[in-house]
């Protein structure tokens, strides 16, 4: 089978109005949300940087221990146990 025929190509997508999104928060309401301040909290106590939410999430899923334990300590959560995240893999 020869995948390089033009029958087989698909068109490039075209940008419509149904790519763009539905809504999108305000300056304000991005820097007042929980997770604003939460890459806040990881940029001046662990000495985190994320340009944005999507490095946030990478490093969320490359490291989970470390984000879960920063998640934990950040939210100030008590528990008479340690933050043990390891049972996640």
Not at 18 to 46: E, G, I, K, N
Request: charged share 20%.
């Amino acid at each position: 089978m020869n995948h390089s025929s033009p029958l087989l190509q698909l068109p490039e997508p075209q940008s419509t109005a149904q790519d763009m999104p539905v809504w999108m928060p305000s300056a304000d309401t991005v820097a007042s949300a929980r997770v604003t301040q939460f890459m806040q909290w990881l940029s001046s106590q662990r000495k985190l940087s994320f340009g944005d939410y999507d490095g946030l999430w990478r490093w969320s899923v490359d490291h989970i221990d470390a984000f879960w334990s920063a998640l934990w300590d950040g939210a100030e959560i008590i528990s008479a146990e340690p933050s043990e995240v390891s049972w996640l893999r």
